[in-house]
């Protein structure tokens, strides 16, 4: 049976699903959580049990390479423990999977007095599928007006009674693609007007619940964007503006809905499907519908809106706007940058420089990126100083620093990068100070005001990572002495001190093993496998530096020391002896 699929190996599923979900799958797989498994041509398919009281769904195709696909029920939907197991059982005991055929032959051998006493059984079983009935099967022909409250009570359905559940999303999101399908059918066969009606009772349906959904995934998002889609290839293959307005109408407002939730991705191509698509006469009418959404009072919520839709009307509206009607949009909803934009075109400089001394820093920087795009880097040299005399966003120097280092003058961008590093130093900070401080001939002198300004201030951790660059590792063994580590689990500090012990192993190694037996310690305080993990990793490179020294007595009782401190901790035990320490 199994001689036309490729034999699989346990890496193989390892590889497939993650080293996390095999050893999980591993344990299902041992506790029989496998059920009813089957094959359907080179598709495995069965029951897992798990956490939830119903069985989940898996399946997984296989093809001449291996794994191809693969489809979970849980909320991973894929690539799960629970498509580990099924391929363990079909590697460990391929004769107990049933042989069946496809589903189209399948129901092709009966007769259709023997289909409706099926559906019946299973309407008797799963009465959620009496509902389905209710749907339309789009056919070749003139199909019928499809009743857009039928799939509004698919819809509600779908959401209704899938709340509390943890897994509630993931079965409102495989109904609702359910119906979304629905519409894929009617795209196929060119039926717009009846997938137009699928596309947008779904599409609202999402909108009304959203607010009240945790859809962390983006799962929901995902099926508002389908939505859209074929809302968008619905809209290009209709003429008739009777029947173009409402699919404007839906498309317009989940725009609306994501400008009011802050941006979140929602409908991401309405916005462009309406410019794209939208005629003069539908743009005229759009640009009201905006207008009328435009809100009122302040707040950043409020200011976000007016900016968004803003933007949106000025696109609507670019062929019909004069210079002034286009300012005055640009003030009333607060496009700054596109106002300032605008005045530079018009050579009303002086007006412009006032506008841009209104906003805040961030985007004061991106009107003096266009300043100079437009060939006025002097100017926005000038705003961007005034504004740094009273700010202090680190954005302003950088902008500054890049500028000056442009124009070739590094003495500037030098005074800048050092202000720069003074308010957040890093490595990087210090290689950019390092490389302009060359460039005008006084590294040295800098180099150690720098390094005692970072042992004042306690950047230790710093100092470690800049004497590692420069290859000084007995003045890394130093600095990295007050670094504290393992308070949290694994951390940038224990790497660092991983890399200085790295550095010392050549030339001193007890200072080494000091350093990596802190590590060891701070991870087995921390508690947890992952840390113990990691514990193990590092004892690893100790053992083989006793041995290197010849002290592996010394090595001995340091291990049966550790063993007899942490003889509580199992988990550790466990990783020890898989290490063989």
Not at 49 to 63: C, D, F, K, N, T
Not at 155 to 166: E, I, P, T
Not at 455 to 478: M, P, R, S, Y
Not at 495 to 521: G, M, T, W
């Amino acid at each position: 049976m199994t001689s036309s699929l490729p034999a699989l190996t346990h890496s193989d599923v390892e590889h497939w699903v993650g080293g996390s979900s095999f050893a999980r799958g591993r344990s299902y797989f041992a506790q029989d959580a496998i059920l009813t498994p089957r094959r359907v041509g080179s598709t495995l398919k069965a029951q897992c049990l798990g956490s939830r009281p119903q069985p989940y769904h898996v399946e997984a195709a296989l093809g001449a390479n291996g794994i191809v696909s693969d489809d979970c029920s849980c909320p991973i939907g894929g690539r799960c423990k629970h498509v580990a197991a099924l391929l363990l059982a079909w590697i460990d005991a391929p004769d107990q999977f049933v042989m069946l055929d496809d589903l189209d032959t399948t129901l092709a051998k009966h007769s259709a007095a023997d289909l409706i006493a099926l559906v019946k059984r299973m309407v008797a079983r799963y009465p959620d599928l009496e509902l389905m009935l209710e749907l339309p099967t789009p056919s070749a022909g003139r199909a019928r007006r499809i009743d857009a409250e039928l799939i509004r009570r698919q819809v509600r359905h779908a959401f209704a009674g899938n709340r509390d559940d943890w897994g509630s999303l993931t079965d409102i999101v495989r109904a609702l693609n359910d119906i979304v399908r629905l519409g894929g059918e009617y795209t196929a066969r060119a039926d717009w007007r009846n997938a137009a009606v699928v596309y947008e009772v779904v599409l609202r349906g999402i909108l009304d619940e959203f607010a009240g959904m945790h859809d962390e995934s983006g799962d929901l998002i995902a099926i508002v964007n389908a939505c859209v889609q074929g809302l968008g290839r619905c809209l290009s293959a209709t003429a008739d503006p009777a029947r173009r307005e409402p699919l404007l109408r839906a498309l317009f407002d989940v725009a609306t809905q994501d400008i009011t939730f802050g941006g979140i991705g929602l409908g991401d191509e309405a916005v462009p499907t309406i410019l794209e698509q939208a005629t003069p006469d539908e743009r005229r009418l759009l640009a009201r519908w905006v207008r009328a959404q435009l809100p009122q009072g302040e707040g950043w919520s409020k200011d976000f809106q007016r900016q968004a839709f803003g933007g949106f009307l000025l696109d609507l509206e670019q062929d019909a706007l004069d210079d002034a009607a286009f300012l005055r949009v640009c003030r009333e909803t607060g496009r700054t940058v596109d106002l300032v934009d605008r005045l530079l075109s018009l050579n009303r400089f002086d007006e412009a420089m006032r506008e841009a001394q209104s906003v805040d820093d961030y985007v004061l920087l991106q009107l003096a990126d266009l300043l100079v795009k437009r060939g006025q880097a002097d100017r926005a040299v000038q705003v961007v100083q005034e504004r740094l005399a009273r700010s202090e966003d680190w954005r302003l120097p950088d902008w500054l620093k890049r500028q000056a280092s442009q124009r070739g003058d590094w003495a500037e961008a030098l005074s800048f990068a050092d202000q720069l590093f003074r308010g957040r130093p890093s490595l990087e900070g210090y290689e950019e100070v390092q490389r302009l401080s060359q460039s005008v001939g006084d590294w040295s002198a800098r180099r150690v005001d720098l390094l005692k300004r970072l042992a004042q201030d306690n950047h230790f951790g710093l100092l470690t990572a800049i004497h590692l660059k420069e290859g000084e590792v007995d003045q890394a063994l130093t600095t990295i002495e007050p670094v504290r580590v393992g308070l949290f689990g694994w951390s940038a500090d224990d790497s660092l001190v991983v890399r200085v012990a790295q550095a010392a192993e050549a030339n001193q190694p007890a200072a080494a093993i000091r350093l990596y037996l802190r590590v060891v310690k701070g991870a087995i305080d921390a508690r947890g496998r992952a840390n113990y993990t990691t514990a193990v990793g590092q004892l690893v490179r100790v053992r083989e530096l006793y041995r290197r020294l010849g002290q592996t007595d010394a090595w001995q009782a340091l291990i049966d020391e550790l063993r007899e401190q942490n003889r509580t901790l199992r988990a550790l035990k466990e990783e020890l002896n898989k290490a063989g320490l």
